[in-house]
């Protein structure tokens, strides 16, 4: 209710503050006897891991995640699973002048108004560093989805004004994201982005970009008509990520410009569809088409300028740009959106389930 | 759990579909000794009403409703309230040759796939009759909101290519709302976007829109961290609803292109900041500035031209264009979004209450 | 969360006071395609309402349900299900003069000071005519069980002293319970048990008892550990019935008295046990045994003699007694019992089938 | 959902198993600017902790808990509280020979059945040893009522067949509870069931008891009517742990022997009531009196002794008397009840305070 828990049947708690001992989190819900791919899931902590490259932030951070229960023999025993991913490299000391200090875009006022005690070295609970717990939730259920046939696949598909075509969007080759460092399948548009994300860096600024996302082998049948529709729910935890402001399923923004004769998705005899406006979705429940969707992320708020801003007395201060921090967060935030993705999906599924 | 329930603290249960004999819902956490301005609550449902104006369904519904519980003498008494709202002109017979046949984008197909059986006159459960007792709820939220200063303003920004600017969004004359059929505050493009409207519908076809929201009067301190961020509730209670496809916060889409220079919101020595690119949320947290935001609806499904498409034995056939719908709906939409929008804050303000 | 809704995935919500137009309630998550028995929820219905026999309340409703949705062509679809019970013998004048005084162990005074507006016509939703609504519910569940060899049984086991021996509630022939009025299947014990139900009444007072209930067929696997405990949820659904003052699952209060070697349940080599003291589940899981348990009733609070008591402003006056009420409440709670238990294993039926 | 929650506003969320590297929890909902007596906490665990008297179970457990998130300058942030607590005498070979084989009425049995794979070692999950997450997250919850100024005294009020009279436990010394090894404030009772314990000890054997609570302090108005009453939320708290066959609030299980005439409690004229069968409750909603209530624990099922049972096979075996338990739990179970209490009591405080 405090908003750290996510999910109805399969539930993802998470606890920790970027600069204390450790994060981690509480996963329930998770079926018993399925094999755990330990592996696998470092793998895809490490996807989302600072420190991975050089368009991304340098604090270093092994990101090595320890269970503490729920499995046994190498099998998930239907128990909650307990983990922790301690913090190592936490400058706390980095921090010590914004104890009074609100950043500009950042939470530390809205923190202080609502709690009026926080931590606030590092953002404290409104770093993103939290997400790191999703990512081993997700890589979680990701086993189990790839059980059932469902493969979930992020990439970048906008940095700036260099941005992918609708139509390119629906037709990646997956193999192509990992390729790249900023993890857009388009080769050459990919270098561009780096360019320009370095460039970014090197003026002590920051960009905003877009994460796409498109999911395969979702059967129809997966969402709760009325308020949980699928993609709502898809809405919500993409929304809920840090620094996204904006997501549009299938057609999105684009379609409050089209025709109903020219977005109407005809059916064939299979009960597939010609086109793919709805984005696997109707009704708020999946169709058996991919689902695809898009998420806007705004320029990381931490620059490494001067800033104005003012202290919690009101008074007017100048914020000096410290600390280690990302000068782009998407290549980042594809493996969070991925965990996000497939946190839901695993979800519905049960959901789905229960009703047989 | 089957997502005919909305809130946490504060919520909404509906029930029923579109031809059978009532509509409505049980609203539970709305606190005692609240006068029920009855007058209020029905002019919010005539705000979405079909056969209100020329641009909209001319299906004939007083959609009066009647309250059956958790009202005493006028005021609430904590208990909570049950409402019905009859069905009157509901002309399933329209629907008799869609019993076997999956009509293009709408839900058929999919509820078909999920339920196995399903009450498909007029789109059952799926139809957007239902939002007529979320109205009924937003009302009484709006009732509560008022009390503690919070005014919310739903506008059509969009229809087809014809918007409203990013700038224009922000300096609304909500006044001027109502005055347009189309509800479109700018009093120009009201008349073109009507224009359009009732040209499509003479093509037979239909077309998308946007609808913004701005509220005004939220205190610094409504939302919950991580998974609940207001914003993120807020997308998902619009995502719910019928027809939209996509749902940006504050800068939303257009951040993805912005340096981190230009989108940092600067603070004033009052709190307040000179721009508002956060739209009125950081962290998932108000920060006491209004908060705005814009929904993609896609175009109406039905249209009034013939359309190929499958029946549920996988045959092809040839739909005819019948019933009575919207050529758009937008204009109907505000007062969804403007419920919606105030359940959701309803439920964040007792959230925020219940840890004083 | 105000309390109105039961269940995590068949839900029921339920609204309605005692003197208003209607009770009803929102039933969501029941699966699609389950044939509705109209009449066996009729049945169910009759079993509980006043007016049925000489020793319950003379109150006259016929409590018709109606049903307004979730159900099509005499199938469930998997939509909510609305339902309403109109209030047809509301004698309200009755209760003007309770406006501003509190009945003794009635929840006058404490809804007042919750609330501090309340509809104090008949205890308004603090009445046991609440319950109507969840024996539909109930009567629901019951149709799914069935279909799943599941049964319930719920009987009188106690009035004030007469009581049924341990030994005797574990070897009921359940076809005994509806012959006698007060639903009591030892046949002499009924007789004792109306004797004194109908000299308690003449002496204008009421008296307590026990309602005990055999659930049959449930099988291993049923449960959620730790919190949610399936003795600890039935306890929950129990206690949440007007009246009930103690719950206890299998030995219950008597185990305190016993020694492990005496109380431990011995295995037979098919898994089932020699004896039943856990009352079917460990763990908090069902282990396949018949489940058993017993709930106990205080004496209805209103008594038709005058007594001392105080007004809202503290004064001292004197009740005297008025109204139609039951001497004694578990002839007609046994419904009641049987409906909140079907509930409970529904929901964990669904729980279950959902990690599968 | 899959159980390990515990609460609406204040939830408690519990992980790990007998014998894994640790166990601990996630509390979220826990408000800002509380300090944080952790002497105060570590005094409650070590109420709960193995090896504290010769009347317990030997396990040597320092129950050391480590906080790591939520708490900041000794103050909580209202960030969720993330803890652990390592297990350090964990003899797992003790358990090795139970791998395939059914413990009677403990959950061995139930476990395999529900999930096919399960940590055995020492009841794995279904341990008791879980309970000291809760006994973390009740201390804090402790904290949280003392400010309101509630609070909570939970005592042995039966060995066997050695119990205090109804009337004594409501008038208790609650400093006397601590003096002695058994938490009995009856002195000389006390060491009859001290003997009676070493005695039952000394046989190999297990014996029950009753553990009674008095809550004292809390205002009228708390608890939610119908489903989430005050009394039925308590009874599932305390029915949640490990062994307890029974709950009763007020007068209870001798409530069914009354008259009405007897059992209702006349007002004085403050509200407060002459007698208090009631139990501090009137339709789910505190009434302003003291709050108590008794929960009944079965004998320990680890005996001492050789039994009959099968293996997962369903061969016949024979099971050796092993291992380190208690030979009665209701001493250290103590300070499970209390806990549970003040969670329970504290997740309501929020609920009450939302309305407001």
New interface residues.
């Given amino acids: 209710?405090?908003?750290?828990?996510?999910?109805?049947?399969f539930?993802v708690?998470?606890?920790?503050?970027s600069h204390?001992?450790?994060?981690?989190?509480?996963i329930?819900?998770f079926?018993?006897?399925i094999e755990i791919d330990f592996e696998f899931i470092q793998a895809e902590l490490d996807k989302r891991k600072p420190g991975q490259s050089n368009i991304v932030s340098q604090r270093k951070e092994s990101d090595q995640v320890?269970f503490?229960?729920?499995i046994?023999?190498g099998?998930?025993?239907?128990?909650?699973?307990?983990f922790?991913i301690p913090n190592e490299d936490a400058k706390s000391n980095h921090y010590d002048h914004l104890k009074d200090q609100?950043r500009?875009?950042?939470?530390d006022?809205?923190?202080d108004?609502?709690?009026?005690?926080?931590?606030y070295r590092g953002g404290?609970?409104?770093s993103a560093r939290?997400t790191a717990s999703r990512v081993v939730a997700g890589a979680l259920a990701k086993l189990f989805l790839k059980q059932k046939g469902i493969s979930i696949h992020g990439f970048v598909s906008?940095?700036?004004?260099i941005k992918m075509t609708d139509e390119a969007i629906q037709e990646v080759d997956f193999n192509l994201i990992e390729i790249t460092t900023v993890r857009c399948p388009d080769l050459i548009l990919a270098q561009e982005m780096e360019k320009l994300i370095l460039a970014?860096r090197k003026n002590g600024?920051?960009?905003?970009?877009?994460v796409s996302c498109v999911v395969q082998g979702v059967p129809?049948?997966l969402?709760?008509?009325?308020?949980?529709?699928l993609?709502?729910?898809l809405?919500?935890?993409m929304?809920?990520i840090?620094a996204v402001?904006?997501?549009?399923?299938?057609?999105?923004?684009s379609?409050?410009?089209?025709?109903?004769?020219?977005?109407?998705?005809?059916?064939?005899?299979?009960?597939s569809?010609k086109t793919n406006?709805?984005?696997g979705?109707?009704?708020?429940?999946?169709?058996?088409m991919p689902i695809y969707f898009k998420t806007?992320?705004?320029?990381?708020?931490?620059?490494m300028?001067s800033?104005?801003?003012?202290d919690s007395a009101?008074?007017?201060i100048t914020l000096d740009g410290k600390g280690r921090h990302d000068p782009c967060v998407v290549p980042r935030a594809v493996a969070i959106i991925e965990a996000m993705t497939a946190i839901v999906l695993m979800d519905f599924w049960?959901?789905?389930?229960?009703?047989?």
């Fill in positions: 209710m405090a908003g750290s828990t996510y999910g109805k049947l539930t708690s998470t606890f920790g503050e204390g001992t450790a994060i981690g989190g509480v329930d819900g079926p018993s006897n320890q503490l229960s729920g046994f023999e099998k998930s025993t239907g128990a909650p699973i307990g922790l609100f500009p875009s950042h939470a006022f809205t923190f108004k609502k709690y009026g005690h926080r931590d404290g609970r409104s939290e906008q940095v700036g004004k970014t600024d920051t960009i905003g970009g877009c129809a049948g969402g709760e008509p009325i308020f949980d529709k993609h709502a729910e809405g919500k935890a929304l809920s840090n402001k904006g997501f549009e399923i299938g057609s999105g923004f379609s409050a410009e089209m025709l109903g004769t020219e977005h109407n998705d005809i059916f064939k005899s299979d009960g569809t406006y709805s984005g979705i109707q009704g708020g429940i999946s169709n058996g806007a992320f705004k320029p990381v708020a931490t620059i300028q800033q104005p801003s003012i009101g008074n007017e049960l959901r789905q389930t229960a009703q047989k």
